[in-house]
C-alpha cells in the first residue's frame, strides 16, 4: 500500500467518525505513522492543521442539516461535538459569517470545506542533499515564544517574535556571553509540539560550565538520530514542505519527536548565512 492510499484511507476513517470522536491514535495507525509525525507532516501537505480541517468539516456538515429545516440548532451541536449551543454558534459563525439559525434562510451564503483527497504528483527534479546523523546529548539556551501550529497565524508569529528578540538585543547577548562576532547566526529550537501550538526558541549551544541570565530558559536534549537536510539561501518553510511532502514518505524514517532546529550559519554582514534543518527521526 503506497503513501497517498494510506494517507485516503485515513482520511476515511475521518469521514466516517465526524459525528463522534475521531482517534488521531487510530489516524496515525491508518496512516503508519506516529501521532507526532501525522500531527508536524499534515499542514504541511494541505496548509491547516488536522485539528482545523476536522472543524471545518463538521461546521459544514451542520450547515447542510441546519438547511433542511429539521435539525435544531442544539441537536447540530451536540452532533458535532460541541458542548453547548453557544459554542457551536461562535465557531459556526467564525466560519460561515453567520448564526446556525440564519442558515435556514433562503438566499443565506454558506462556505463549503469539501474533503480532502491525496494524490501524487511528479515534478520536476530538484535534489535534496541530506545526511543521517548521531549525535549526544547536548543543552542550548535563549527566550521562546509560543507559537500556532495554524500556518497562517505562524507565518505572522515567527516574524514578529524574531523582531522582538533584535529589539531587545537578544542575539548580542547570546554572542557576547559565548564570546562571538555581534553578528553571528543563532539557531532556532523547534519543541513541545500540541494540536494548537508548539515552542520556538531562538538560542545558541550551552558550553558545559557557562552560567547564563535569569532572562535565558535552558533546554536539554537528548541523544537521538537526526536527519540533516542543506538549506541554502535559509529558504526553510519551502525545505520543510518538501522534507515533508517528498523525504519522509519515501525514506523509510518518521519524525521521532522532541526537539527540531532550524541551524543559520555564517555573519549576517558578510551575506554568507547558510542553513541546515535537523530532525530527530527512528526507522519505521
Not at 5 to 10: D, G, H, K, V
Not at 28 to 42: D, G, T
Not at 103 to 111: D, E, N, P, Q, Y
Request: neutral net charge.
Amino acid at each position: 500500500m503506497d503513501w497517498t492510499e494510506r494517507l485516503n484511507r485515513m482520511m476515511d476513517y475521518i469521514e466516517a467518525h465526524l459525528t463522534d470522536e475521531i482517534s488521531y491514535e487510530r489516524a496515525a495507525q491508518i496512516a503508519c505513522c506516529s501521532v507526532y509525525h501525522l500531527q508536524r507532516m499534515f499542514p504541511y501537505l494541505t496548509g491547516i492543521t488536522l485539528t482545523e480541517y476536522i472543524r471545518r468539516r463538521r461546521l459544514t456538515l451542520a450547515a447542510f442539516d441546519l438547511q433542511t429545516g429539521e435539525c435544531r440548532v442544539i441537536d447540530a451541536a451536540l452532533k458535532y461535538g460541541y458542548d453547548s449551543p453557544e459554542a457551536f454558534s461562535r465557531a459556526f459563525k467564525r466560519l460561515h459569517g453567520v448564526l446556525p439559525a440564519a442558515a435556514r434562510r433562503t438566499g443565506v451564503s454558506l462556505k463549503e470545506f469539501p474533503r480532502m483527497t491525496f494524490s501524487m504528483t511528479m515534478k520536476g527534479d530538484v535534489e535534496m542533499n541530506y545526511r543521517i546523523v548521531r549525535r549526544g546529548a547536548f543543552r542550548v539556551f535563549g527566550v521562546s515564544a509560543k507559537i500556532s501550529t495554524d500556518p497562517e497565524k505562524a507565518f505572522m508569529q515567527v516574524p514578529a517574535f524574531f523582531q522582538k528578540c533584535d529589539e531587545e538585543k537578544v542575539p548580542d547577548e547570546i554572542n557576547a556571553l559565548l564570546g562571538r562576532f555581534p553578528d553571528c547566526h543563532t539557531l532556532s529550537a523547534i519543541y513541545g509540539q500540541t494540536e494548537d501550538s508548539y515552542r520556538y526558541m531562538l538560542c545558541q549551544f550551552l558550553p558545559g560550565g557557562l552560567s547564563v541570565p535569569e532572562k535565558f530558559s535552558v533546554l536539554s536534549v537528548p541523544a537521538a538520530e537526526w536527519a540533516v537536510f542543506d538549506v541554502p539561501g535559509c529558504e526553510m518553510q519551502e525545505m520543510w514542505r518538501r522534507i515533508w511532502s517528498e523525504w519522509f514518505p519515501s525514506s523509510g524514517y518518521e519524525a521521532a519527536g522532541g526537539v527540531s532546529f532550524e541551524m543559520y550559519y555564517g555573519l549576517a554582514s558578510h551575506g554568507n548565512v547558510f542553513g541546515e534543518i535537523w530532525i530527530p527521526v527512528t526507522k519505521k
